[in-house]
């Protein structure tokens, strides 16, 4: 189990120098003739100078993934590290650092809201089988 004093230590780095991606993007998918699919992206990421602060991140969350920043052109920024966590894991991070977090809040409740969706009420879906018996189709 990860401690308080942890979760909020690692929501105040999120708070500071963390970023949220929960937004839908256009994939087309070459599997399946090149159709283009509306498909969430859903991310949460620490980028930091400090690669031990980095690992000690996802040493106490045990999920999510670590590496260095590469740039695509030479770049004159310094050398960063990133800690990130993507969909499933997002939401446990987002429900993890929920009660600490002040700045991004909105952002990680919208992560919260797409994957809580309320349970739909049954009382008034048809059971297909029964109709088809009724009605003779």
Sequence with gaps: MIGTDNIGYVAGLFDAQGCVTCKQKKIKRKDRGGKTY???????EITLPNKTTIEW???????????????????????QWRWCCGYRDALLFAKLIWP????KLHQIENIIDHYDVPKVDRKNVIDLRDYREKHGR
């Excluded at 509306?38 to 949460?44: A, T």
């Excluded at 600490?100 to 700045?103: E, N, S």
Aim: one cysteine or more; hydrophobic letters at 30%.
């Design 38 to 44: 509306n498909q969430w992206y859903i991310r949460c």
């Design 57 to 79: 991140i996802h040493e106490v969350l045990g999920f999510g993934w670590s590496a260095e920043k590469k740039y695509h052109t030479k770049s004159k920024y310094k050398k």
């Design 100 to 103: 600490y977090i002040q700045i």
